[in-house]
């Protein structure tokens, strides 16, 4: 069979390259083409772009680049008419790809098109439920609370589990030691570490990465490591790392966390990847425009949380800075307490213990690719 595949960030690139891995384990004869990552790739994809090339965040920013951004999607949408596949995946990634579901169910009826990973929408954009409903033969949810919400709206769909549960789990250097993991990064094997995670994308690491390392370079019994994302050229954490005793450690971002006291997020998948990696942490997400920027987003917003930590457990659970509320000084108020044996460390620990128990520990992409397959042969010729 033939696999047309799109991730539009380095989370989707991992998530999607263990699920074609997953599927050429069930079809031998598969084929894959698509747009994702490194990850994608090296599984066999052959990649029609990379997601470095679409990887723009805001209103702003979109416009700035809509020619870009159409002429890619003008090139997904011929590579889909000439290869002509079985079935179309999409990950995520829900501005990009719900057109494309649009262009398949239009011109290309015979191809069902599976959307892994579902857009947000429980928490904004709604409207965008029509669009799935109307191009999406089937939604398959890695969040235990999706299944009633989208099923409720008339979708079909399908929870197989959290795939960063897998990643997780399949993880390189599992095991290893601070002492191997510090030297083979050049870092002290005599300080813990904050980890900080800043984000995937150029505009996200502007935003968030300053005032990161702003407060948590208050704590000298510590040492600070970035999770450099793989996608982003090193000069740009130069940009803001002068004057700061910290490293760049690239394309380990579980390794580090393995090793890691605690850590400063960027909501998103993130959050939850150091919570399965029991880290405590702090969370944040940078808006522009002070407090009315907040709660105009506020008022867009369906849900009480943002990060999938507190989304998961139905509570607070980890603390979420977000627009006015995330400043050095917060960040650096609600890190303290993560940084030595306490009430708030212990409480968080136990809590994520809880949401793992939840997501369960059957293998996701293998489960996927399974439940995509018998989809795909029991659908109506």
Not at 34 to 62: C, E, K, S, T
Not at 80 to 88: A, K, L, S
Not at 181 to 195: C, D
Not at 271 to 284: F, G, K, R
């Amino acid at each position: 069979m033939k696999y047309y595949i799109i991730a539009g960030e380095a989370s989707g690139d991992l998530h999607a390259s263990n699920l074609v891995a997953s599927l050429r384990a069930l079809d031998s004869e598969a084929q894959f083409k698509g747009m994702g990552g490194d990850l994608m790739q090296q599984q066999g994809v052959n990649m029609v772009r990379h997601y470095r090339d679409m990887a723009y965040m805001g209103f702003i920013q979109v416009i700035l680049h809509l020619r870009t951004i159409l002429g890619i999607m003008r090139e997904a949408c011929r590579s889909i008419d000439t290869f002509h596949p079985d079935m179309v995946i999409l990950v995520d990634y829900p501005s990009f790809n719900l057109k494309i579901a649009k262009y398949v169910h239009q011109h290309h009826p015979d191809i069902p098109v599976y959307y892994y990973i579902a857009p947000k929408l429980w928490a904004w954009k709604a409207w965008r439920l029509k669009a799935i409903k109307k191009n999406v033969d089937r939604v398959f949810s890695i969040l235990p609370f999706e299944v009633e919400w989208f099923g409720s709206r008339g979708c079909q769909v399908d929870y197989i589990g959290n795939p960063c549960v897998d990643a997780v789990e399949g993880r390189n250097h599992k095991g290893e030691t601070f002492e191997s993991f510090s030297q083979r990064n050049g870092l002290t094997s005599s300080l813990p570490i904050i980890a900080l995670l800043a984000g995937s994308r150029v505009q996200e690491i502007r935003q968030n990465l300053p005032a990161m390392l702003q407060a948590a370079s208050t704590y000298p019994q510590f040492q600070l490591v970035i999770a450099g994302a793989p996608s982003i050229d090193a000069s740009l954490y130069d940009e803001f790392t002068a004057g700061y005793n910290v490293k760049v450690v690239y394309g380990e971002t579980y390794e580090l966390l393995q090793q890691a006291y605690a850590a400063v997020v960027t909501s998103g998948t993130a959050t939850l990847e150091t919570a399965l990696m029991q880290v405590p942490q702090v969370v944040v997400y940078y808006v522009s425009g002070g407090k009315p920027a907040y709660y105009i987003l506020r008022s867009l917003i369906h849900v009480k949380y943002v990060s999938l930590v507190n989304l998961i457990a139905g509570r607070e659970v980890v603390h979420e800075l977000l627009s006015y509320e995330f400043t050095a000084d917060n960040i650096r108020k609600y890190l303290a307490p993560l940084l030595q044996d306490g009430d708030r460390r212990s409480q968080m620990l136990a809590d994520y213990r809880q949401i793992i128990e939840q997501l369960g520990t059957e293998p996701v992409s293998q489960r996927a690719a399974k439940d995509l397959l018998d989809t795909y042969r029991q659908r109506p010729q």
